[in-house]
């Protein structure tokens, strides 16, 4: 009760004090009644942070990462799966040691990479992968991907495998019992996934910092410093940017709540 209260304190706190205008928290300090409750700093918030074209550039990089984690991931859980114990164990270890490493200790050598890594001119327009979309997918699904083979590996190897030697008498091959036999019994694990993707990637600022040198092609995460002044802050302003920049996140995992727990629940009272 304690933790939960902990967690989403700040949470309560920041909704307050958004709904505050800056001449009462002024005049009365942050921690006393409110003389009046309004909207008005979440109207200025999403114009002066320019909140929709920011939230389009995040989703252009979200979306197309979380598909594409989760469809090479499985692809790599479905070959894993069904190696034997020893060699299935050493390809999940080597999966999942690229999680272990700290993402800062990559940021110069990867930074340079980019940099001179050539790309035609519709993806990026300095010519490079450096400040494009598409750079920032890729660091993404080469980051997540690991995770999500650990977990979907696991997730499959509960499926009895005399499902999938059924379809291999039936004449399936190997891709069309990937999708159309296992993939289908692992949608919980995929929405369970895809919730957790989504929300790591939209919530990315690491890495749109390093890899990104153009204003324009920021993500939401970004938008934030548009309501920062060189000499002064209105906190009232900036809590309520940050409470619209965190909204989708919540809409996904209230959308997908009943997958989501469902998915990491799934096998639990197997013996």
Not at 107 to 120: A, D, F, S
Request: aromatic share 12%; hydrophobic share 55%; net charge positive.
């Amino acid at each position: 009760m304690l933790a939960c209260l902990g967690t989403i304190a700040p949470l309560l706190w920041a909704l307050y004090a958004s709904l505050r205008s800056y001449d009462d928290t002024a005049r009365n300090g942050y921690f006393s009644v409110a003389e009046e409750l309004t909207l008005a700093n979440y109207a200025e918030a999403w114009t002066r942070a320019e909140l929709p074209r920011y939230y389009l550039n995040t989703l252009v990089v979200a979306l197309p990462s979380v598909v594409l984690v989760l469809l090479l991931s499985s692809m790599a859980a479905f070959g894993a799966a069904r190696l034997p114990r020893r060699l299935n164990l050493g390809l999940l270890m080597l999966f999942t040691a690229g999680n272990l490493l700290p993402q800062q200790v990559v940021v110069t050598p990867l930074h340079r990479l980019y940099l001179l890594t050539p790309v035609p001119g519709w993806v990026s327009d300095s010519g490079v992968l450096l400040d494009s979309r598409l750079g920032l997918v890729l660091i993404h699904v080469a980051f997540q991907s690991g995770f999500c083979v650990f977990v979907l590996s696991n997730f499959m190897k509960t499926i009895p495998r005399e499902i999938g030697e059924a379809a291999r008498v039936d004449g399936a091959g190997v891709w069309r019992r990937y999708w159309q036999v296992v993939l289908p019994l692992c949608r919980p694990a995929l929405a369970a996934l895809a919730t957790l993707e989504f929300t790591w990637i939209y919530n990315d600022f690491l890495w749109a910092l390093v890899l990104i040198q153009t204003g324009e092609k920021m993500p939401v995460t970004s938008a934030l410093q548009n309501l920062r002044g060189a000499f002064f802050t209105d906190n009232n302003l900036v809590a309520a940017g940050a409470l619209l920049v965190a909204l989708p996140t919540l809409v996904v995992f209230f959308v997908l709540q009943r997958q989501f727990v469902g998915g990491l629940t799934l096998g639990a009272t197997k013996g």
